[in-house]
């Protein structure tokens, strides 16, 4: 069995309880989906999706966070309820949108595939920040509750008042109204190593990761997961079985990118897509099948795998997905895995026997 490194449901209804499990295993709302990755494609590259979580039970708001939410207090009036999109916040997110550097839904209610003839599957709260004096309406945010857990889901702000750090304070905000629910834990999403646009959730304060070796949650330390994150780990353990096999060649060489790995979010019929951003390739036992290995961070272990091409594939990918860059050679051809030949620990293990066979490395 493959381990899950992308996936999503669309489940009919959503108890609390079930939105706690979905959660504490590393998935997340998606519009009106839940889902998990744990891989992501930015600038032409894999990256590592580490999904955190902050323990509200031991949380304690640090001296600038309490600062930063007594400053605002005297300034702005807050307030929290079930959700609301209507044409106050739509005229918010657009002035926040058209600010914002980087793709957004175009409405909130597409953004949370939330519609008034459809409210979807959670229960969906929000905080509303307006002027005192005013009461202009300034900062939105919309979280999900479940029944000892919440997600932040959107926060929206007026791009004019940036300096009031009102994404930021409307996160801490949730935090505070969560703990007064006696919620037992706070999810903000996940973080990327390398990519420091979510870095932003790392200032909540001490934060738990999902790890996918233990499967388990555990303190967060951005060292262990520069080096030990699941793309990291890939590429440095198949740079290794590459310089094996191609000793007297450039590092890269036999290392490719497969950015389709996140194929099972378009077809989440399909059980089988391979869902690896690097591979290293062995031989074509066919023009429609190929052998390659790919190396899984959840069993810290190598695998052969049997892969067939998927003839007419329908999914469409940007140019940038699939453009050339120094790091290695991308794989563009969809790929399903029809059988594992062999899981083994170490490179020796993988080595040993590819020697044996003396497959045809000529991709």
Same mark, same amino acid.
């Given at each position: ?17 079930? $939105?706690? %499990?979905?959660? +504490?295993? *590393?998935? =997340?709302? @998606?519009?009106?989906?839940?889902f ?14 580490i ?24 300034l ?37 595939e ?19 004096v ?25 791009? $004019?008042? %940036?300096s009031? +750090?009102? *994404?930021? =304070?409307? @996160? ?6 969560c ?5 037992d ?10 990519y ?15 790890d996918?070796r233990s ?6 330390e ?10 990291e ?12 096999i191609?000793?007297?060649?450039p590092?890269?060489t ?6 389709l ?84 620990k ?5 080595i ?12």
């Amino acid at each position: 069995m493959l381990f899950p490194y992308v996936d999503k449901n669309d489940p009919f209804v959503l108890s609390p309880e079930s $939105l706690d %499990s979905y959660l +504490s295993q *590393g998935w =997340y709302r @998606m519009g009106g989906h839940v889902f998990t990755t744990h891989f992501l494609f930015f600038q032409g590259k894999p990256f590592s999706a580490i999904w955190i979580r902050q323990r509200l039970t031991t949380h304690k708001f640090s001296k600038s966070q309490r600062k930063l939410m007594r400053k605002n207090a005297k300034l702005f009036d807050v307030a929290y309820g079930p959700r609301v999109i209507d044409t106050e916040r739509e005229e918010l997110y657009g002035r926040y949108a058209a600010d914002f550097d980087g793709r957004l839904s175009l409405t909130i209610s597409d953004s949370l595939e939330d519609y008034a003839h459809n409210t979807g599957i959670f229960n969906t709260w929000e905080t509303t920040v307006r002027e005192k004096v005013s009461g202009k309406l300034v900062g939105v945010s919309y979280f999900d509750l479940g029944d000892n857990s919440a997600a932040s889901i959107l926060g929206i702000y007026d791009p $004019l008042l %940036s300096s009031f +750090s009102l *994404g930021y =304070y409307t @996160m801490l905000l949730e935090m505070a109204f969560c703990q007064e629910r006696n919620l037992d834990f706070y999810y903000p999403g996940y973080v990327v190593p390398g990519y420091q646009r979510f870095d932003y959730k790392l200032r909540l304060g001490a934060s738990e990761y999902f790890d996918l070796r233990s499967k388990d949650w555990i303190a967060y330390e951005q060292e262990t997961i520069e080096t030990n994150g699941p793309v990291e780990a890939q590429r440095r353990k198949l740079r290794e079985l590459a310089q094996r096999i191609h000793p007297n060649e450039p590092i890269e060489t036999g290392l490719y990118i497969y950015p389709l790995f996140e194929a099972k979010l378009y077809d989440p019929n399909t059980d089988n897509y391979l869902a690896h951003p690097y591979f290293v390739p062995l031989g074509r036992d066919s023009e429609y099948t190929l052998v390659l290995v790919v190396y899984d961070p959840s069993e810290e272990a190598f695998m052969v795998l049997h892969c067939s091409l998927v003839p007419n594939a329908l999914l469409t990918f940007k140019d940038t997905h699939l453009s050339d860059t120094a790091e290695a050679s991308y794989f563009t051809d969809l790929l399903q895995v029809e059988k594992v030949l062999l899981r083994g620990k170490s490179v020796e293990a993988i080595i040993g026997v590819l020697e044996q066979a003396n497959p045809d490395t000529n991709f």
